[in-house]
């Protein structure tokens, strides 16, 4: 016959009282770990397809057509469980689940984004130096150019022309392409070079991407491999040099999103941040019946270069849908905006213990410990975040638990170490509750970044509490 053991007083409170944090493999069933596993194939999926915010709209909106989701115009009568999207400009995208109340009592909104740091095309890139042909880059977001050296890269992006036309490419997508990649010094010639800080080793007016070493044949003249270039360009494509004037073209990381570690836990992959995210709040937001308030999943661009433009978060075209929706009603979009929830979804810092010295463990978040929550971001004394409140974040605390979802609550490293904005500022600033919370991310803004499968799947289960509360 067992016994029970009596607690001493110590034990007693300490489980009563004290907060610990506890690994999400030790919390989840067999069928959740199953469930997991499915949701993670079709994120790597995603990923494969989606190699700049073009491709991740192409894809969302494929997604959602094939849940029921319709294209909204302006003036469309709506009814409870309509499911409408909104695509702004090819790069950005609103979907909404119309919910049983009205708008006037606000609604709940996921928003991540789906631009990652890469290398843009210049406007005039394209030249020939000792008979090699490269192509001149600008970096876009905030990335370490010593990780971009002599690693294959891909070139996806789209090119208008003067007759209308936008030719889309993706050159090295299809195993059959040729890759790309950016020279670096040998060791044998590098000793200056490898003198300098990382940050000034490789500067950004070298990476400039290697296209070709062929010259044009029965030809006397100059430049005769950037000739060859253009004339592969202008057969495939259509393209003459000039075009390049008119075109967003990326050089993206040519890799594949594939299983990290033995026990294959994790998931390497380029773009993780903030597309693990996107991914999630999308996934969750098709997958839903007819909610109780409105439901809307907002990927936007530009997050990593400060959210301005016309695709960003800050753009009024964010204002445009959501009045829209409320003009259809009868309710004050300010109405709307005060009774309204947004959970900004984006990644942030894991704790890497080969690099402990910038992290405060006991406030970091952890592999495998679900879905980090942040009370704030920003740095050097919380600037350029907003902070959500006391009441907020036990109205999380609350709908996370309730769903049984796996959460943590962290920051970004130590104070005064760096910090890292979102989007959440600006959603805030039109008079919506707003809390940040997503993946942790080893190696975040690098050519491959890895993530947890728990972490992932976590947040998804997240998204869809935050949908249906």
């Not at 940040?436 to 998204?463: F, I, N, Q, W």
């Amino acid at each position: 016959m067992e016994t029970t053991k009596t607690l001493t007083r110590g034990e007693e409170l300490r489980r009563t009282l004290a907060y610990t944090r506890k690994n999400g493999y030790d919390r989840l069933t067999a069928a959740e770990l199953t469930e997991l596993e499915d949701y993670c194939t079709g994120y790597k999926q995603f990923l494969n397809l989606c190699k700049i915010e073009r491709e991740c709209v192409e894809q969302s909106v494929a997604l959602a057509q094939a849940a029921g989701f319709r294209p909204y115009a302006r003036g469309m009568a709506l009814q409870p469980g309509d499911k409408i999207y909104s695509v702004n400009r090819g790069k950005s995208v609103i979907f909404a689940v119309m919910g049983q109340e009205g708008l006037e009592q606000g609604v709940n909104i996921g928003a991540a984004h789906i631009d990652s740091p890469r290398l843009d095309l210049k406007q005039n890139p394209l030249y020939e130096s000792d008979e090699l042909s490269f192509l001149k880059t600008h970096y876009y977001g905030g990335l370490r150019k010593y990780q971009w050296v002599t690693i294959p890269l891909e070139l996806h992006g789209a090119v208008a022309l003067k007759d209308g036309r936008t030719i889309s490419v993706a050159i090295g997508s299809d195993p059959a392409d040729p890759l790309f990649t950016i020279d670096d010094l040998l060791p044998h010639l590098g000793a200056e070079q490898s003198k300098k800080p990382l940050g000034e080793a490789i500067p950004g007016e070298t990476l400039n991407l290697l296209v070709g070493s062929r010259p044009l044949s029965d030809d006397e003249g100059s430049d005769r491999v950037k000739l060859a270039v253009l004339e592969i360009l202008y057969r495939q494509y259509g393209i003459r040099e000039e075009d390049f004037l008119s075109a967003e073209l990326c050089a993206v990381p040519a890799f594949a999103a594939r299983d990290i570690g033995l026990d294959r836990s994790l998931i390497g992959a380029y773009g993780h941040d903030d597309r693990v995210c996107a991914y999630a709040a999308l996934k969750a937001l098709l997958e839903l019946g007819t909610p109780r308030r409105t439901a809307v999943c907002v990927l936007a661009d530009r997050e990593e270069v400060g959210s301005d433009g016309v695709t960003g978060i800050k753009s009024g075209a964010f204002d445009a849908f959501f009045a829209d929706l409320c003009q259809g009603q009868g309710v004050p979009l300010r109405a709307m905006y005060e009774k309204s929830f947004c959970l900004s979804a984006d990644v942030t810092a894991a704790y890497d213990p080969n690099f402990a010295d910038v992290y405060e463990k006991r406030n970091s978040a952890l592999v495998n410990y679900g879905i980090s929550v942040s009370k704030y971001g920003g740095g050097r004394g919380k600037s350029g975040a907003s902070e959500a409140s006391a009441e907020l974040v036990a109205y999380v605390r609350r709908v996370l638990d309730e769903a049984g979802v796996v959460w943590q609550m962290a920051e970004m490293g130590k104070v005064d170490a760096g910090g890292g904005g979102t989007v959440a500022m600006d959603v805030a600033q039109r008079n919506i509750d707003t809390i940040d919370a997503g993946v942790p991310v080893l190696s975040m803004h690098a050519p491959y970044e890895t993530v947890g499968k728990l972490d992932c799947y976590e947040t998804y289960r997240a998204m869809k509490a935050v949908y249906e509360a």
